[in-house]
């Protein structure tokens, strides 16, 4: 089924739906019946989800077909859960926690994955419903009788949430949230009591399968907005250039993207949140656009274009280089998932889903003079040093990067151009540290579940091959993640970038701050000592010059190793990526009012 | 100054604090000030504060004076503040986090610190007053210019909040802040604005301490209550008996419990979360009482007496053996922080810190009948096993312990009667595992740094050594506190129980339930790979069977080494404490809705 005729058959189950909701109070006796549980289960199912992430306790769920991976603990599982979604694409993650205990753990995560657009399952399984009723003082409790405490954090962090009392209203209840989870990309949040997981309720309404897309725009109002956009694009006169950022991608548009890119040839930029959403290899794309610090031959091609089509944009601090686009309103069109901005002009509910389509069809007219505006392709080289320490400048060119952690290595990889298909996940916005060791566990396994999927495995150059950069400071938080990998026999490769401590907040906030350092480890037996007993499934090395490095890059064992590798990465305390020193700059100068 | 003495003086001071807040607004330029940070520090002093944990971040405060802990992550840091609290009394725990992504990993450690009522201030550096009013989309926030979201968070697992946006509300909202964590026995949450910790404030309030005790009760109705209960302890004809709860001691009530027990006579029996507020070598001390688990003699003796006095009762599940408590009302008189019963009467707002003294006066003329009644020292014995296999029965009676997890320990450790002057915490009624390792790393902190000071230091008869009892499922939660320990040269015991996985839940909810299982890890290695490189400041063993046990703990070396030791004790995957096996077996039964 095309995209279009899939999004037009949401259309017609709508309505299926909510008549379903209706019947589902007068099922007739003799209707085929299904546990709660295996209910949300066959909607996982259908959603493309086939790994369920958490940690036991003691009001858990049981998950008789879905795999379940037992994390360290649950901001670790939300974590792993958030990365699942945001490599896997056209599925969400599911987290499953306990009452209180669990689920607070998780709320930073969730959080996070509201921040960054996420689409997130967190399944709590709470006390029975009489005891929810009656408010006995039980454990996982504030002891004060207020039940709804954890439910009221949660709607502060999630887009829906859905606190099932009865099984009359269990089903409505998950589908409800589970379509706001895809259509708003966001976390939602569903309370299971102990007592309910086992209930039978119809399965009828499974037969009808979620929709996938938010509702159509009104179509006056859309041919309006398609007419002038049109417009603008003739009066630019060929100078026109596309930005694609992160809600492209977060609201399932890599598609329509990549379409209006070959039917126009327009050139192509990206925002640091939106790296490796365009293809870095195709040969219209330009690099990454981040304000100031973008690189001066891109800043120019950027922002002296007559026309910018920004797709999906998301206008954070560290995405944006500190708020310094030099894009002057007059010259944007900015599509969005639930709105249109042409010029200073809002039209809401105008949402680029079904919009996109459209304006590519109209644009495609374009095609033979946009494909003459030259793009210059961008190629990051390896400096010439004089010394044989490894810095950044020269760590990062030699990298095919896939998920690398909030803080130094984040900055030291945006320059970095990468292979076609590769995939690169980051945080970006919410930027808390730690999340790529929790989230990593889940990379990997996504990779080894799918081996047997070619259209998703060849997706990765590399054989499913997941690559992890960290930092000392931030693998510390969530370490016990190694754990899951050695536990589920997963083949990463980590590099633990050692500089003895907290390198972006030395760079923010003071280069000789003691609280900066930390204490360091013996990175080399981390995963014989959390799992790997007996030393067979993981291989540790130590690298401290750049011939060193080089050598284990060029090793052929390396490279094709079906083991856990990990790599420290001996860097000077105070050596930084390009991009790192350029945002520190400028947050120090925002703090300080001067921005 | 008296316990007396030093509440009237609070009294004085009340009006005194109100005054300076009216005067904060009109100083005098030449008065003596100080910064905002600099006030909370001097703050924290007068409540006998030297530690203060977190984790560093881009809006941390600085913090000159008192010692800064950095932990691994932030949960492990608000854990390690609230173990602080409870061990310390008097004073309170500090955890220092940052926007957002820091504040909301700490999330379950303070609704564990609200729900076991212990003081803690969780200090969060917020982006700057300019940013917070004008709300850019700063990397830390959702996106979405709500920022306000994670006050509200907080608001519902705090006592109080204060929201500091400007210098002169400053000093009177922090003060009011640590005056409410101290009477209610709660943490409490205060945003600290980037900007504005170097602002400069008067210190003419700091001269005024803060009022460490609750309002004085109405003296006539105090004075009926107490006619009241002395006359129905008339009416008992000595046979009384005393039952401490977990919030005598949260309330700071210690001195004035052992003041009526002392000057009564009363038998005196102790709840599991009051276990150790009484010295269970105080020969009228008769031991732990929890509903229908209690052992048989002292079951009958508590639940047959004509009149029960409890103090600081906190009736929540694990606490009661499942609510099984067989005592009637008409039996029982309830003294609490905010409120008295007297059989079914109720009296609010009379509080047991100005009530207890008085009535313990009125009730010493009964102390010669009183201490007629006799109390058998429930002593628990080790019982003769055929096998060598490490069994709960074997080990706890070995065991003079201090610190144990949620879960399988804290069970196993009921029964054991402690030498005197021990500090016993754990976290039942919250129940959040991990919680012993995450505030591990402060409590032997605490004896480290007060081995200066003999009234403390004393009051643990190792020599301040501190043993830590943990499953291994519950270390792997918060396992990276280990660093933290040995960069700050600590030296507690710490056993692992190793029976392979959730062993609580396997009792709770399926013996064989796969998810209960964990990955094991080389326990024996996991000292030195967290930071003890070079092995010279740990040493780990592993025993395996009674008689390596018991030679072990009979080792002087081991007893009186200088070093963190870790001990890996391996155990039966089923075997279980007996109050464990009976408080499953009555959750089960409430969650079947049986009870």
Chains 1, 2 share one sequence.
Not at 501 to 509: A, C, F, M
């Amino acid at each position: 089924m095309g995209t279009e005729a899939r999004k037009l058959q949401g259309e017609v189950d709508r309505p299926q739906q909510e008549l379903q909701t209706l019947k589902a109070q007068y099922h007739s006796e003799d209707e085929e019946l299904i546990t709660i549980s295996d209910y949300i289960l066959k909607r996982l199912e259908q959603l493309n989800v086939t790994s369920i992430f958490g940690v036991p306790g003691d009001f858990n769920m049981h998950h008789p077909t879905i795999q379940w991976i037992g994390n360290c603990n649950e901001l670790n599982a939300a974590y792993a859960a958030d990365g699942y979604s945001r490599v896997k694409e056209h599925s969400i993650g599911v987290v499953v926690t306990t009452f209180g205990v669990g689920e607070l753990s998780a709320t930073n995560a969730i959080a996070g994955a509201f921040s960054e657009m996420v689409p997130v399952l967190h399944i709590v399984g709470v006390p029975s419903t009489t005891q929810l009723k009656n408010k006995p003082m039980l454990h996982h409790t504030l002891g004060d009788g207020r039940f709804n405490v954890y439910t009221k954090v949660a709607e502060q962090i999630t887009a829906a949430q859905a606190i099932i009392m009865n099984k009359a209203q269990a089903a409505a209840e998950i589908d409800r949230i589970l379509v706001e989870a895809i259509i708003q990309a966001r976390p939602v949040y569903l309370t299971l009591p102990m007592d309910l997981t086992t209930e039978k309720i119809s399965a009828k309404r499974l037969k009808i399968e979620l929709p996938r897309t938010p509702p159509p725009n009104n179509p006056d109002v859309e041919s309006y907005v398609i007419d002038e956009i049109v417009k603008l694009v003739e009066d630019a006169k060929r100078d026109v250039i596309i930005l694609v950022d992160a809600c492209a991608v977060r609201h399932d548009l890599r598609e329509e993207v990549n379409d209006l890119l070959v039917k126009t040839q327009f050139p192509v930029y990206a925002t640091p949140m939106g790296k490796t959403s365009v293809s870095e290899e195709y040969e219209r794309y330009g690099g990454i656009y981040i304000g100031s610090i973008t690189h001066p031959s891109i800043k120019e091609r950027v922002e002296n274009a007559n026309l910018i089509l920004s797709i999906g944009a998301l206008k954070s601090d560290f995405n944006t280089g500190m708020f310094t686009y030099h894009i002057p309103a007059r010259h944007t069109i900015e599509l969005h998932s639930d709105h249109t901005l042409v010029r200073h002009a809002k039209f809401p509910d105008i949402g680029m889903k079904w919009l996109l389509p459209k304006l590519t069809e109209r644009l495609s007219k374009f095609q033979e003079g946009a494909s003459r505006i030259p793009v210059p392709h961008y190629k990051l080289d390896i400096p010439k040093e004089s010394d044989d320490k490894i810095s950044h400048a020269h760590f990062w060119p030699r990298q095919d990067v896939i998920v690398a952690e909030t803080g130094t290595s984040n900055f030291g990889v945006m320059d970095v151009p990468m292979p076609d298909q590769c995939i690169f996940v980051s945080q970006i916005l919410y930027g808390s540290i730690g999340w790529a060791t929790g989230k990593h566990s889940q990379v990997s396994l996504l990779n080894l579940h799918l081996t047997g999927n070619d259209s998703i495995a060849a997706r990765d150059r590399h054989l499913g091959r997941t690559i992890l950069f960290t930092g000392d400071g931030s693998m510390q938080l969530t370490v016990q993640e190694i754990s899951t990998m050695t536990h589920n026999k997963l083949t990463p490769i980590i590099f633990v970038l050692n500089n003895k401590g907290y390198n972006i907040e030395r760079h923010l906030h003071g280069l000789d701050r003691k609280y900066n350092d930390i204490a360091d480890w013996k990175w080399t037996s981390l995963l014989t000592t959390l799992g790997d007993i007996e030393g067979k499934l993981t291989q540790s090395y130590t690298v401290r010059s750049k011939s060193e490095l080089d050598k284990l890059l060029d090793d052929e064992d390396f490279v094709s190793a079906r083991k856990i590798q990990l790599v420290e990465v001996i860097m000077d305390k105070y050596d930084t990526p390009r991009a790192l020193q350029a945002s520190a700059a400028l947050t120090a100068q925002a703090a300080a009012g001067q921005l």
